[in-house]
T-cell receptor, first 112, second 115 residues
């Protein structure tokens, strides 16, 4: 399975931008890069995904390196509600089935 | 998007008993999955629930321990059989469509404690 590597934890201040890095050096050409986050006591929720180009949506931006071996999730202005575990995941097609294989994620703490 | 309802939200069970967890979706979906999240850990995929056929299990998970049903495109159940304290985890249902986006939506999970 394609693997991702993320820092175990990060800390930021409220209303400041947050850059969450992810390394995925074994990514294949057809793997999409997905980000999910898990708020306390909830199931994961989709944040953003991309293939090659940078992506923006109302929640975040995704910057993908030109060689696709790394990516960065950008929260432009963090709030206390953004405190969560953020998972960088490669969508893998394994034995014909599309799967999301979760790594350990980055626990993001937001300081008021 | 999809709204997922999981029942029960939590339960405390005795060793050796079984618990069936239900997952109901508000719309028809092609893919349904069951995950386990052990305390302080990330999510591990148990199986893909296939409508009208046997579920596809991941390495380390077997049908006798985690039987799964999926009678239609909006409903699935996961049973945790012959439970032991090591089965204490959060069990999550997830759904998605078989398309290029492969966005998955998750239920809030069932928090299971086995005594």
């Amino acid at each position: 399975d394609a693997k991702t590597t993320q820092p175990n934890s990060m800390e930021s201040n409220e209303e400041e931008p947050v850059h969450l890095p992810c390394n995925h050096s074994t990514i294949s050409g057809t793997d999409y890069i997905h980000w999910y986050r898990q708020l306390p006591s909830q199931g994961p929720e989709y944040v953003i995904h991309g293939l090659t180009s940078n992506v923006n949506n109302r929640m975040a931006s995704l910057a993908i390196a030109e060689d696709r071996k790394s990516s960065t999730l950008i929260l432009h202005r963090a709030t206390l509600r953004d405190a969560a575990v953020y998972y960088c995941i490669l969508r893998a097609v394994i034995q014909g089935a599309q799967k999301l294989v979760f790594g350990q994620g980055t626990r993001l703490t937001i300081n008021p | 998007s999809a709204v997922i309802s999981q029942k029960p939200s939590r339960d405390i069970c005795q060793r050796g008993t079984s618990l069936t967890i239900q997952c109901q979706v508000d719309s028809q979906v092609t893919m349904m999955f069951w995950y386990r999240q052990q305390p302080g850990q990330s999510l591990t995929l148990i199986a893909t629930a296939n409508q009208g056929s046997e579920a596809t299990y991941e390495s380390g998970f077997v049908i006798d321990k985690f039987p799964i049903s999926r009678p239609n495109l909006t409903f699935s159940t996961l049973t945790v059989s012959n439970m032991s304290p090591e089965d204490s985890s959060i069990y999550l249902c997830s759904v998605g469509q078989r398309d290029a986006k492969n966005i998955q939506y998750f239920g809030a999970g069932t928090r299971l404690s086995v005594l």
